[in-house]
C-alpha cells in the first residue's frame, strides 16, 4: 500500500526522532519507553490554545508551519489509532486529556478543537486550592 507523507508527517517524523536522540543521550544503557507521537499530540493541544511567542516557540520545536497543519495531523494520527483500536491481534491505546484550573474560562472554540481533532476530554481541578493535585 503506497501512501504519500505530507511534510507535517515529515515534521513529526523528524519531532519524534530528535526526542528519541536526546532521551536516548540521556539515559545511555538503560532501557526506554517512549512515544513520540503522545508528546506531539500534547504539545499540539498546547500550541491550539497557545498565542504569539509561546505558540511560536511551539510551532518551531514542532517545526510545523501553522496550527492548521498541527490540528490536521492530530486528526489523522487520531484516526490511526482509532483503526488500530479495532484491531483485534494488536492492543494499543492513546488517551488524551487536558487539565485546567477551574477557575479559568477556556475558549469554546479551543475546547472544541481539542475535542474534535485530539479526541480530548477536560477535567476542571482547583489547582489553587487544592494541594493534592
Do not use: W
Not at 508528546?39 to 516557540?57: H, R, Y
Not at 477551574?102 to 486550592?129: G, H, M, P, R, W
Request: hydrophobic share 40%; charged share 20%; proline share 1%.
Amino acid at each position: 500500500m503506497a501512501s504519500t507523507l505530507s511534510s507535517t508527517d515529515i515534521d513529526f517524523e523528524n519531532f519524534g526522532h530528535k526526542v528519541y536522540l536526546t532521551v536516548s543521550q540521556n539515559n545511555k544503557n538503560q532501557n526506554f519507553f517512549l512515544s513520540p507521537a503522545s508528546i506531539a499530540l500534547a504539545m499540539a493541544m498546547c500550541a491550539a490554545g497557545a498565542q504569539n511567542e509561546t505558540l511560536n516557540q511551539i510551532l518551531h520545536v514542532l517545526d510545523v508551519a501553522s496550527i492548521e497543519q498541527l490540528a490536521k495531523t492530530a486528526e489523522q494520527i487520531m484516526r490511526i489509532f482509532s483503526i488500530v483500536d479495532n484491531d483485534t491481534q494488536v492492543k494499543l491505546k492513546l488517551a488524551n486529556r487536558l487539565y485546567g484550573q477551574k477557575t479559568y474560562k477556556l475558549q469554546k472554540d479551543y475546547l472544541s478543537l481539542v475535542q474534535s481533532s485530539f479526541k480530548a476530554d477536560i477535567k476542571l481541578e482547583d489547582f489553587e486550592n487544592d494541594s493534592t493535585h
